[in-house]
């Protein structure tokens, strides 16, 4: 099923003029306009969260939202300028979330996300993700998955607070409830419905479409269509600037696996052509489809490392033809290099100065696609004493960071993702336990080393200036190893309360 996502940035202008001004920027809780024309007056043409909260909606005449907001902050707009840092956020998305994305002016994008969220742990962590990384650069936003362009933009501007998933069977239902201003209407027809007495998308999708046509025109049965997803939107996608990219145009249209396949080929053989002349090796590739219907269908895939590979390439990009829905046809096929990278030498076989290097990154590329980059890891030790900091992730086919952990002390083979509250029996406070009890099971010590004690990390947070945990190894006696500490040195009741905790099992 279509996954699309629409993002909503209520203060897009506001929020860059915040990001230009820098530290001579008003107090976040300043209530900030942009002012431009309509027609012979000058309104409202956006407003930050205060002034929203205040009232201060786009179309507000400017005198009025001068008389009505004392120590209102006005800016005049500049819409070209927006535009084109609009346009710039949606190349940004391009190269990060999917190959179909356009600006949704004024104030928003759009993209169409299909088979492209288990890359970032699902549909609510891909919104989450874009919403964090839009935040950190002082972008405020809100987004919306849903069905079709129409369910997701309205979603996205009346219902996503600060996200919203929603089933694609279920988009029409869930924006039936939203007032008729969801529709991106004219404001003229807007008020023309509302003064007759209909609220909701939900009640003008029950009336009989003819009669709506006849008396407020096909513009008003179009947009009910895209919302509920009964005819599709064209998308004017964004094109990154001087792409690598090869086409193939058929005289009539094709839509046979085997045919895509083909041809398909054909085009890695001609991109890595055009990549070998620059040197280059491809990082994403985006394979698009242009249906006769004017819906667009796209793949994408991405490498670990640099690869000119034309059977390598062809393979990742062919095992996700599956998913390409070609509809009564295919039109034509683009097949771009998204992220190019230079291609390093490396020795071959025939090497006679050095034995060539185990290479895996086929294999990663080829779970990665699959899985998701983010669920493809390895790990590396940490420059940390505590358990929990000692360990990081890093990309499968990262260089060694040469860091080892100390053979002083063993570490348990599996590192519980919490330490697990335990009840003990010891025979003195500073002695190991003699038996404990975790997950409902009691279990005997038969043998037992320690204690390890290590300190907080003072200098990270400061409830950490005081911590001390007192870790033991631990045997029961059916043979099984564990790693349980005692929370606080026993002397000062600021290291801890001596409560004990399990948080590691060695093999």
Known sequence: MRRVVSISLPS?????????LGPDAPPADTPVVTIGRDGRKRVVLAANAPALGLGLRPGVPAAKARA???DLILHDADLQDDALALER?????????????????????ILDVTGAAHRFGGEDALLADMIDRLAAVGVTARAAMAGSWGAAHALARFAADPRLVVASDRSGLAAGALPIRALRLSADLVDTLERLGFETIG????????????????????????????VNEPIDLVEAPDPIQVRRAFAEPVGAPETLARYTLQLVEGLCAILETKGLGARTLDLRFLRVDNRVEAIRIGTAQPVRDI???????????ETVDPGFGVEVMVLTASLAEPLDWKPGASDLIAAPEA???????TLANRLGERRLYRMTPGESDVPERSVQRIAPTAPATGASWSPAWPRPSRLLARPEPIETVALLPDQPPVSFTWRGTRRRVRRADGP????????????ELDAVRDYFQL????GERYWVFRRGDGERAATGDLSWFMHGLFG
């Open 12 to 20: 897009w202008p506001t929020d860059r003029i915040r990001r230009r």
């Open 68 to 70: 009505l907001v004392a």
């Open 89 to 109: 956020l949606a190349l940004w998305a391009l190269r990060r979330y999917s190959p179909l994305v356009a600006p949704d002016p004024p104030d928003g994008l």
């Open 203 to 230: 009640d003008l999708e029950r009336q009989p479409r003819a009669p709506l046509a006849l008396r407020f025109g096909i513009d008003l049965t179009r947009r009910l269509d895209q919302v509920y997803g009964r």
């Open 311 to 321: 059977a390598r390439l062809t393979r990742l990009l062919c095992d996700k033809l």
């Open 359 to 365: 290479d895996v990154s086929a294999l990663v590329d």
């Open 452 to 463: 390890e004690r290590i300190f907080g990390e003072w200098w990270r947070r400061d409830g």
């Open 475 to 478: 045997e029961d006696t059916a």
